[in-house]
């Protein structure tokens, strides 16, 4: 029951971090144009978050029961997952790089269940079907990840030559104050967008731990004041929606000045029209694979975003040198973390931890 407890808190702060570390995925763009304060745009980004975090649970079901075999899994190895992906979180966020807290979710619960599991990698759920359609590592985390960022770089892209034949004729400073006004909604629809899909992730995680905590018999004569943790299904309750949807908007309103710096201002200029072209793409691709219970990195799609809207503003206008060394984060983060899951999980079994 105790370690139940640790689980929970080491969850509520991989979500708080994830809050601070993500923040930038919402509000650089209207930082870095000076369309609103950092002060105003935080706070927009952090209702944005809370309201998004009670919209659905498709996410939160695909991170819980679509990766690994929920039968191998204790709560040392949710312990080792979130221990993993927050030490990476905080890694890539010192370095100012930004990185996938999804992914490093994902890494560090198929390396930890892979430990738990004795090596077995029969434990990972690569594919299979459900009355719902495809599920597992392959349809709805690999997939995704290589197909999101070219769809937020193609899309950014076109949406930035649309509106840029739209406003050939328009003065500069018109262009700029109506998209000025315009770029405040994009965000918004970002940092709700974000909330649908980067909140519903703990709250997974959670899940599995009530799940796991009552399937082991954890939870067996719990005094009457904790019979709300009893989970016999994998069923979402009110109250880890509110914790988690709580402890992201607390994580968004300390910011990510680190990430916010990368983002908005060394990969590319950019304006209020490129602004919002990056946002709407991103939010719409987000909000979309939330429908779809995908957990989508939400730093890949916004950064190509950027990316494809900045090429169309002309293509030495990104700073390709730091993109690379974006993109190497991106693909090292879930065999990293994955490592850092199954090396922690290990430590913490000769701790004896969970015995």
Avoid at 20 to 33: G, L, P, R
Avoid at 75 to 102: D, E, F, K, Q, R
Avoid at 230 to 251: N, Q
Avoid at 261 to 266: A, D, F, I, S, Y
Wanted: aromatic letters at 10%; charged letters at 10%; proline letters at 3%.
């Amino acid at each position: 029951m105790t370690l139940f407890f640790v689980v929970l808190l080491v969850a509520l702060a991989f979500e708080y971090i994830n809050g601070f570390h993500d923040t930038a995925n919402a509000i650089a763009t209207v930082v870095s144009t000076k369309v609103m304060s950092p002060r105003q745009a935080i706070l927009m980004a952090t209702l944005a978050n809370l309201a998004g975090a009670f919209m659905g649970e498709a996410v939160a079901k695909t991170i819980g029961q679509g990766q690994v075999d929920t039968g191998v899994v204790t709560m040392t190895t949710i312990l080792a997952a979130l221990l993993g992906a927050i030490v990476w979180n905080l890694l890539t966020w010192w370095l100012g790089i930004p990185s996938s807290s999804s992914h490093a979710l994902i890494g560090g619960l198929c390396g930890a269940a892979l430990a738990t599991a004795g090596g077995n990698w029969h434990v990972l759920i690569w594919s299979r079907m459900t009355a719902k359609g495809a599920d597992g590592l392959w349809p709805k985390v690999v997939k995704p990840m290589v197909t999101s960022p070219l769809l937020g770089f193609a899309i950014g892209f076109l949406l930035m030559a649309i509106i840029t034949a739209c406003v050939i004729n328009w003065r500069p400073r018109t262009v700029n104050g109506v998209f000025g006004k315009l770029q405040i909604g994009s965000a918004a629809w970002m940092g709700l967008s974000h909330g649908t899909n980067d909140a519903q992730k703990t709250m997974g995680i959670i899940t599995l731990a009530l799940f796991t905590g009552t399937s082991s018999g954890a939870f067996t004569n719990l005094p009457g004041w904790l019979h709300f943790l009893h989970t016999p299904e994998f069923k979402i309750s009110f109250w880890v929606k509110f914790a988690c949807a709580l402890t992201m908007a607390a994580g968004t309103a300390a910011g990510g000045w680190r990430i916010i710096r990368t983002m908005g201002h060394k990969m590319v200029r950019l304006q209020p029209v490129h602004g919002f072209a990056a946002e709407t793409t991103a939010g719409a691709i987000i909000f979309t694979a939330s429908h779809f219970g995908i957990p989508l990195s939400t730093t890949h799609v916004i950064s190509t975003s950027i990316m494809g809207v900045g090429a169309m503003k002309r293509f030495s206008a990104v700073k390709w040198g730091l993109v690379h060394r974006i993109v190497w984060a991106w693909v090292l983060t879930i065999p990293l973390t994955g490592l850092l899951g199954y090396g922690i999980e290990r430590v913490l079994i000769m701790c004896g931890v969970g015995r």
